[in-house]
Structures are given as structure tokens and as C-alpha cells.
């Protein structure tokens, strides 16, 4: 079972870190439910790239502009919620990665989108 004081703390000290530099209306926050109650999703919006050469269609994590951006941006918005989340003295839930090694690893999910696609 999940604490639910610290589901709800994670997804709060997350998109309090992050409203800052990418404005609130471009972050997402929101904890699993049910027997993904210890997930955390985390989704920012970003503008593309101007330079951007995959914008007609193509997947941007492809595109030499934008496959570095969104890779920048998504280590960026995991650095910002890790500092955050140990400043507040709590952790993500973790899971059992099903690599055959017996890896733990934390139960949380960065993604980075653009604006314009969606
Ligand atoms: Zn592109």
C-alpha cells in the first residue's frame, strides 16, 4: 500500500519545481491509481525547436534538433524532480525491472512533448 499523504506530496513538490522554468500550464503531474498507485507520470510541453528539420511529419526523437532538445529537456525535468523530492526527505515508490539482473528502479515516468504536437 501507498502512504497517501506521500503520493499526494510527490506530485505537488514535482509540479511546484517544475511550474517555474516551464509555466504551469505546461506541466502534468498526476499519481497512478489503483495498482498503479505509486506511479508517478510526469509530462512537460516545450516549444519546438525553430530549426527543427522533422516538423512535416517524422518522429521527432529522430530529428538531430529535436531528438537532443526533448533528450536535454527530459534530463533536466529529472534532475529538477530528484532534487526536489530528496529536499522534501521522500522517495518514489520503486519496482523489480524485469531485465533478468534484479535491477530496482524508481516508479516514475519523465516525458517531454512539444506543444504543437497534440
Ligand atoms: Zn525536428
Known amino acids: 500500500m501507498v ?5 499526494v ?9 517544475l ?6 500550464k505546461n506541466v502534468s503531474v498526476t499519481a497512478g491509481k ?26 521527432p ?9 526533448l533528450r536535454e529537456e527530459t534530463d533536466h525535468i529529472r534532475r529538477m524532480a530528484y532534487l526536489a523530492i530528496r529536499a522534501a526527505g521522500i522517495s518514489f515508490g520503486q519496482y523489480l525491472m524485469d531485465d533478468g539482473y534484479n535491477t530496482m528502479s524508481d516508479q516514475v ?8 504536437s497534440k
Open 9 to 17: 506530496q510527490r506530485t505537488k513538490i514535482i509540479r511546484k519545481a
Open 3 to 7: 502512504n497517501e499523504n506521500v503520493r
Open 109 to 116: 515516468l519523465f516525458r517531454v512533448h512539444f506543444k504543437d
Open 61 to 69: 526523437w529522430r530529428c538531430d534538433v529535436c531528438g537532443c532538445k
Open 19 to 24: 511550474a517555474k522554468p516551464y509555466g504551469t
Open 34 to 59: 489503483g495498482t498503479a498507485a505509486s506511479w508517478v507520470d510526469v509530462h512537460v510541453f516545450i516549444d519546438r525547436p525553430e530549426d527543427c528539420i522533422c516538423r512535416n511529419g517524422g518522429d
